[in-house]
């Protein structure tokens, strides 16, 4: 990787675990996030109407394009729901480092799918990717909590997580793909008008909440997170088209270490010794797993 892209990629991590705080914090509903992704398609037009790309921007991508767009809004979107409801259950300083494990995944699937070789490197990113998980789910480092945590392993913030990060690696690899074809800032606008529709089909099918009551009651909020939203999203995307996509996951997971410094010390989370522990074995094997390709 390029300085520039790992700078890039440090900054995004940063931004990602704040906004992932304040959404915890906020403990908001799956409408909250349709206003993010709706203001982030309107963040962009004015732009693009001054810089002549709009409407055209709809009728000049191929159709390869689009199928990309529809993949990677679709799997967002699963991993927002899953992010949003593990949030509401578990605590950050756990969910966001399980949450941010996709290289995991990615490596996992090149294997089984693509018959790729295990590096040493790899295999033992992969080693400590897993211990990081146990120990994040641990409540001490008591004999006693060391051979009986399977009930954490299993427990609903934790399996949610997990889907979130499955569903990080797939669009992470499709998002690689979709900067390769048009400018990331076009594409980002893209994949916000995806997930927003999606997040409506959602919406009509379990309706929690009033959306114009989530509205009215963290308009602030919402324009916030969609700023560091979009920040994060565009420095990945602009980092995608510099370096291979798999340093940029694997470089990007620092994040799970700051989410669950910012889950401990701000938001006073029980376990820190272990948490701590956990995401910083966790980080360490993503990293491994990302710079043994």
């Known amino acids: 990787m390029t300085p520039l892209s790992i700078l890039l990629v440090l900054i995004s991590a940063l931004i990602h675990s704040s906004w992932n705080f304040f959404t915890k914090r906020g403990n908001f509903p799956v409408e909250f996030f349709f206003w993010v992704f709706f203001w982030g398609v309107l963040f962009y037009i004015p732009f693009f109407i001054g810089f002549g790309v709009f409407p055209s921007l709809f009728l000049n991508p191929p159709l390869k394009l689009w199928w990309i767009v529809i993949l990677s809004g679709f799997f967002e979107t699963i991993y927002f729901v899953c992010l949003i409801e593990a949030y509401r259950v578990g605590e950050l300083s756990l969910v966001y480092p399980i949450s941010r494990s996709a290289p995991l995944f990615t490596q996992i699937w090149a294997i089984v799918f693509l018959g790729e070789i295990l590096f040493p490197g790899g295999t033992l990113g992969i080693g400590l990717v897993m211990a990081g998980s146990y120990i994040l789910s641990l409540k001490g480092f008591h004999l006693k909590d060391l051979l009986s945590p399977s009930h954490h392993l299993i427990s609903r913030p934790y399996l949610l997580a997990f889907s979130a990060a499955i569903a990080s690696s797939i669009y992470s690899v499709i998002d690689k793909a979709g900067v390769q074809i048009i400018h990331p800032v076009f594409y980002l606008w893209l994949i916000n008008l995806s997930m927003a529709i999606f997040t409506s089909f959602y919406m009509v099918l379990w309706k929690k909440v009033s959306l114009w ?71 360490l094997g993503l990293v491994l797993i990302g710079l043994a390709r």
């Open 213 to 283: 009551k989530v509205w009215d009651e963290s308009k602030k909020e919402i324009l916030i997170i969609a700023v560091l939203q979009n920040a994060a999203y565009l420095f990945v995307l602009m980092a995608m088209t510099m370096s291979k996509v798999s340093y940029v996951v694997a470089f990007r997971q620092a994040g799970a270490l700051f989410g669950a410094v910012m889950g401990i010390v701000l938001l006073k989370e029980s376990d820190w010794k272990t948490r701590i522990t956990g995401a910083l074995i966790l980080t």
